[in-house]
């Protein structure tokens, strides 16, 4: 059974940084990309970074680019955000997307599987 568990959230000011972690477990995710997306309320929930699990390669949300940073190691994916922001507020989830022929990685609905989110909260 896949599961991705995500741990780090919380309350901080503007401007302090927080780190994110996903604990990926329940099978091999070589072929995966595996992402960060965010919902803040009455909002979709829109990408903010992703990364290859077998290359390494990353990509970001504009919003996001040069403040956070994606990276993995072994069976954990993380996301450092620095420089946070009130409006980075919002419930933050991993995911996990089977890397195939015309997916987009940028888009939730190709993700295969999904962490149950953890609460970022920045007060200005």
């Known amino acids: 059974q896949v599961q991705l568990v995500e741990s780090g959230g919380g309350l901080v000011q503007a401007g302090a940084s927080l780190r994110l972690s996903c604990a990926a477990s329940?099978?091999?995710?070589?072929?995966?990309?595996m992402g960060w997306f965010r919902q803040a309320p009455g909002k979709e929930r829109e990408f903010v970074a992703r990364?290859?699990?077998?290359?390494?390669s990353t990509y970001y949300a504009d919003s996001v680019k040069g403040r956070f940073t994606i990276s993995r190691d072994k069976n954990t994916v993380y996301l450092q955000m620095n420089s946070l922001k009130f409006e980075d507020t919002a419930v933050y989830y991993c995911?996990?997307?089977?890397?195939?022929?015309?997916?987009?990685?940028?888009?939730?609905?190709?993700?295969?599987?999904w962490g149950q989110g953890t609460q970022v909260t920045v007060s200005s």
């Open positions: 990364i290859s699990w077998s290359g390494g």
């Open positions: 995911a996990a997307a089977l890397i195939r022929r015309g997916i987009a990685t940028t888009q939730a609905w190709d993700y295969n599987y």
């Open positions: 329940g099978r091999s995710f070589s072929g995966y990309v």
